[in-house]
């Protein structure tokens, strides 16, 4: 199964539904960086994503979008295969 990385923060709730949906995928492992503990995370994560807003998802080297981005992927079948790729 693919890495996946997550940005988020401690009460965001996109966040929750992001997991609850990856767990819900078999996803056994989310590597959860905190930018509400570390403000330079948040820095590198608007470098990387062009986004401010959390969740910011990867899967593999693939960024996913926030929470939204990843409902739309997964009604179209497309999470099972990037998790698997």
């Known amino acids: 199964m693919a890495k996946v990385v997550m ?3 401690a009460f965001c709730p996109y966040c929750i539904m992001a997991e609850r949906l990856l767990l819900a995928r078999g996803v056994t492992e989310i590597e959860k960086i905190r930018v509400d ?4 995370m948040r820095a590198e994560m608007m470098a990387k994503t062009g986004r401010r ?3 910011q998802i990867y899967i593999g080297d693939t960024h996913v979008g926030g929470y939204d981005d990843l409902a739309k992927l997964d009604r179209k079948d497309g999470l099972a295969k990037l998790l698997t790729a």
């Open 7 to 9: 940005y988020s923060t």
């Open 53 to 55: 807003t959390v969740p």
């Open 37 to 40: 503990l570390e403000p330079a």
